[in-house]
């Protein structure tokens, strides 16, 4: 019988392990106790909000808005309860070598379903054409997903790092796209003042996901609390998720006009002119 190393019985642990030593950690545990309320708040908020969105593509943008805390509070539930959590054996050359870190790899699933969504209802509001929109899409979940292989990666700390650089060139892909091409076609699509608003929202904060993987325990442990790690990545999902959905289906339900006169259907890239919501 082959032995057993302290990694493999770190990655054994049970859910009522793990969920304990969540419990028992009160930032931890606030920084996902905090993301529940406000996604079921922001689910209920939406569904108030979009009661009287009609337009074929406005809609569209509704559904894929209320996607984004539906997403959030699925995987912040299955967070708390350990189901998502465990922990991993930092490999030698990392700050932490040897010690046992609790890996949160349930938010890189996270994201890989949710910032899809944010995309799909970025590309729908600038109505970008459908294979563009795939491409951007595309990359989004490759880069969740290598994100989520640096995160578990333990038999090597380079590997992790490389694995975090080729997560960051399919983050290019996306930034590329949202800050140079897609406001053309918002443009064309008299949608570009809300577009440049969430534009700008989005790239910001989500410059902080790769700054907060850098800096926390999974990369340099410059900070080493997991509960601050957790916080830095909470709040930022709070405003790239519940924020950007606020204020991109407040200003869809009062320009339906404008939404559904830049193209009856998703990804047109019709280019029409805007009609004015005066």
Request: proline share 3%.
């Amino acid at each position: 019988m082959s032995p057993v190393t302290p990694s493999a019985v770190a990655l054994q642990a049970t859910q009522s392990e793990v969920f304990d030593q969540i419990r028992n950690d009160a930032l931890l545990s606030s920084s996902l106790w905090a993301n529940i309320a406000l996604a079921g708040l922001s689910i209920l908020l939406f569904v108030y909000m979009g009661r009287n969105v009609e337009g074929s593509r406005a809609k569209f943008i509704w559904a894929a808005t209320l996607m984004i805390p539906l997403v959030s509070i699925s995987s912040y539930t299955g967070l708390v309860s350990g189901l998502t959590v465990g922990f991993i054996e930092m490999p030698a050359g990392h700050a932490l070598a040897g010690e046992e870190v609790l890996s949160q790899w349930g938010r890189y699933l996270t994201w890989a379903l949710s910032t899809p969504m944010i995309l799909l209802a970025l590309g729908l509001l600038a109505d970008v054409d459908t294979p563009d929109l795939f491409t951007v899409v595309a990359a989004d979940v490759a880069m969740c997903l290598t994100g989520l292989a640096a995160a578990l990666v333990t038999s090597s700390y380079a590997l992790r790092w490389a694995f975090y650089v080729i997560s960051c060139a399919f983050f290019v892909v996306v930034l590329y796209a949202i800050l140079v091409e897609w406001p053309q076609d918002a443009a064309a699509a008299g949608t570009d003042e809300i577009f440049g608003t969430l534009r700008a929202l989005t790239v910001v904060l989500w410059l902080g996901y790769p700054i907060i993987w850098a800096v926390g325990v999974e990369g340099l442990a410059l900070v080493e609390s997991v509960g601050l790690t957790s916080w830095g990545y909470s709040l930022l999902d709070i405003g790239a998720k519940y924020v950007f959905a606020f204020l991109l289906l407040r200003w869809v339900a009062a320009n339906q006009e404008v939404v559904d006169g830049s193209g009856l259907t998703a990804g047109t890239g019709s280019g029409a002119a805007p009609v004015d919501d005066d």
